[in-house]
């Protein structure tokens, strides 16, 4: 009970400014003895709780999140089941060490309680978008670096407002998308996901499909990236994150010579 009551005082405060300040107290002002009263109470309750607080909820800013996939075989989870380190960068500041997923369907970034999930419900937090400036998971084989684009805070953005990957950031823009989608299968909705690729060269996105649309974005310089692309065998529909990044890197080169 306790706890519940330590999680609801911290959501009701705002963002801590720093990783390691609890939120600020505030206190009725409407009569002393009670007042000072109160004020005992919320600092024991910190001091109780102190290390738990500094250390897990202090950068969770959010509502509360339920696995609604629960049933499904399919989950919309970005690589759901495969170990990952996160780290997360709120208003500047790096957080490391916490668990966190991203649900596709839902485009929310999810903060996952494993300390005191079987204390007390929520099963985690949905992080506010507007805090978080980006985030990464770090897999096996690949770093996924993500942040949140929107026309509010960019008005020259022409996607759909959302979490993106962002794959390379020259003076052409290489973002990701995880595009999602749902299927009744009876029992339960199965989930699923698609990566779809965005490069913006300075005229907007465009949604790469095809191997010439690819090389025709690259204007006078198209020759120069196919002559490339053949000579590192490189080959569009086969083509790696990595390599197309390495198309990307050679066209930013060639236009700052």
């Not at 929107?150 to 973002?175: A, H, R, T, W």
């Not at 090389?215 to 310089?221: D, Q, S, V």
């Amino acid at each position: 009970m306790i706890k519940e009551l330590i999680f609801s005082i911290l959501l009701s405060y705002p963002l801590a400014v720093t990783g390691q300040q609890p939120a600020p107290i505030k206190i009725n002002n409407g009569n002393d003895v009670y007042a000072d009263f109160e004020k005992k109470q919320v600092a024991g309750l910190y001091q109780l709780y102190s290390l738990e607080i500094n250390t897990s909820y202090d950068f969770i800013c959010g509502r509360e999140y339920f696995p609604y996939y629960f049933e499904s075989e399919l989950k919309p989870i970005l690589f759901y089941g495969e170990m990952h380190s996160s780290q997360i960068m709120i208003k500047g500041i790096t957080y490391k060490e916490y668990n966190l997923n991203y649900d596709t369907y839902k485009d929310e970034l999810i903060y996952l309680d494993t300390v005191n999930r079987m204390a007390y419900r929520p099963f985690g937090m949905v992080l506010n978008k507007d805090y978080v400036d980006k985030f990464e998971f770090d897999f096996i084989n690949d770093t996924l670096s993500f942040s949140y684009f929107s026309k509010n805070s960019d008005p020259g953005f022409d996607l759909q407002d959302g979490f993106y990957e962002v794959v390379y950031n020259g003076n052409i823009k290489y973002l990701i998308k995880f595009v999602p989608s749902a299927i009744d299968r009876g029992a339960a909705l199965e989930y699923y996901y698609s990566p779809v690729s965005f490069i913006n060269t300075g005229k907007g996105y465009v949604r790469i499909r095809m191997g010439y649309q690819f090389i025709k974005m690259f204007g006078n310089r198209s020759r120069d990236v196919r002559k490339f692309m053949a000579r590192s065998g490189i080959h569009f529909r086969k083509a790696s994150k990595m390599q197309i990044v390495s198309v990307l890197k050679y066209f930013d080169n060639m236009e700052q010579h």
